[in-house]
C-alpha cells in the first residue's frame, strides 16, 4: 500500500480526502475580499435604516481586521470559516430582520449583496494554492494514491476554484455540500467520495483547516486526521486532529 509520510511518521493510504478553503487554497486570497465587500454593504444598508449590527464586525462572522480597518484574517471556529452559504445568509439576514426588515426580504437583500461581493472574486479569481501543494499532489498521483475534495461549498463552485488553481485534474471525487443531505462534521460527505474513490475507511486519510473537517473524518473512521494550520496555533482548535502540519512541504507520498 502506498505510504503518506507526515516527517518521519509514515501513514499506509489509498485516498486523501481535501477540504477546499484553507486546505488547497489560502481562504484569505479567494475569501477575504467577498466577506469585506459584504459586511460593508450590510453596514450601509443597516444605516439607511437608521440601524447597526448588534455585533462587532469582527462577531459578525469571523472576519479579523487589522488596526487600519482591513481584513486580515478570520476565525477557524466561526461561521465564515466553517459555515455554508446558507448559514452565512441566514446570520447577515437576521441582522436586517432585528432593523425591521421582514424575513423574506432580508434574505433576498443579503444574497443580493453576496452576488455584488461575488462580482470581484469572479473577476480576480484569487485561488492561490497552499505552500508546498503542488509537489505533494504530484508525489500522490506518482504513489498512486487517489484523491477527493469534500467541501462546504457547492460542488460547480469547487470545480470552478480548483480549476483556477490549475489542479483540478488530480481528483477523481469531488463532494459539496449539494450532492449530500447533511454537510461537516456529518460523515456523508466523506462516505460518498470514499465509494467514488474506491477506497475504505482504514485506506483513508482526511486534511482539512478546521475542526468540522477532523471529526467529520472521526465519524467517517478515517484511518488518520490531519490539520493544517499555517499559523501554528492548530493544536487551539484542531481537536480532533490526529497530527498537524503547518504547510504541505511536511508531507511526501511514495509507493
Wanted: hydrophobic fraction near 45%; proline fraction near 5%.
Amino acid at each position: 500500500m502506498p505510504v503518506v509520510h507526515i516527517g518521519d511518521h509514515p501513514v499506509p493510504c489509498r485516498g486523501i480526502l481535501f477540504d477546499k478553503d484553507g486546505t488547497l487554497l489560502d481562504f484569505m486570497e479567494l475569501w477575504g475580499g467577498w466577506a469585506e465587500t459584504l459586511t460593508k454593504l450590510l453596514e450601509g444598508h443597516l444605516a439607511v435604516l437608521g440601524a447597526k449590527l448588534p455585533v462587532s464586525a469582527t462577531g459578525l462572522m469571523g472576519l479579523h481586521y487589522d488596526k487600519a480597518g482591513r481584513a486580515a484574517g478570520y476565525d477557524r471556529t466561526g461561521p465564515l470559516a466553517m459555515g455554508t452559504e446558507e448559514e452565512v445568509t441566514a446570520i447577515l439576514a437576521w441582522q436586517l430582520y432585528n432593523a425591521g426588515v421582514p424575513w423574506n426580504e432580508a434574505v433576498v437583500q443579503v444574497r443580493q449583496f453576496s452576488a455584488s461581493a461575488m462580482v470581484e472574486v469572479e473577476k480576480r479569481k484569487s485561488a492561490h494554492p497552499m505552500p508546498g501543494l503542488g509537489g505533494f499532489l504530484d508525489s500522490c498521483r506518482i504513489a498512486g494514491i487517489r484523491l477527493g475534495v469534500v467541501t462546504s461549498d457547492t460542488t460547480p463552485e469547487a470545480l470552478k476554484h480548483l480549476e483556477w488553481l490549475g489542479i483540478l485534474e488530480y481528483f477523481d471525487s469531488v463532494v459539496g455540500r449539494d450532492r449530500v443531505m447533511k454537510g461537516k462534521p456529518d460523515p456523508e460527505m466523506a462516505y460518498l467520495a470514499m465509494r467514488e474513490l474506491g477506497i475504505t475507511p482504514e485506506e483513508c486519510v482526511v486534511i482539512g483547516d478546521s475542526n468540522a473537517d477532523m471529526a467529520m473524518g472521526v465519524r467517517a473512521g478515517a484511518a488518520l486526521r490531519l490539520g493544517i494550520a499555517p499559523d501554528g496555533d492548530g493544536a487551539s482548535y484542531l481537536l480532533d486532529a490526529d497530527k498537524i502540519i503547518t504547510d504541505y512541504t511536511e508531507l511526501k507520498a511514495t509507493p
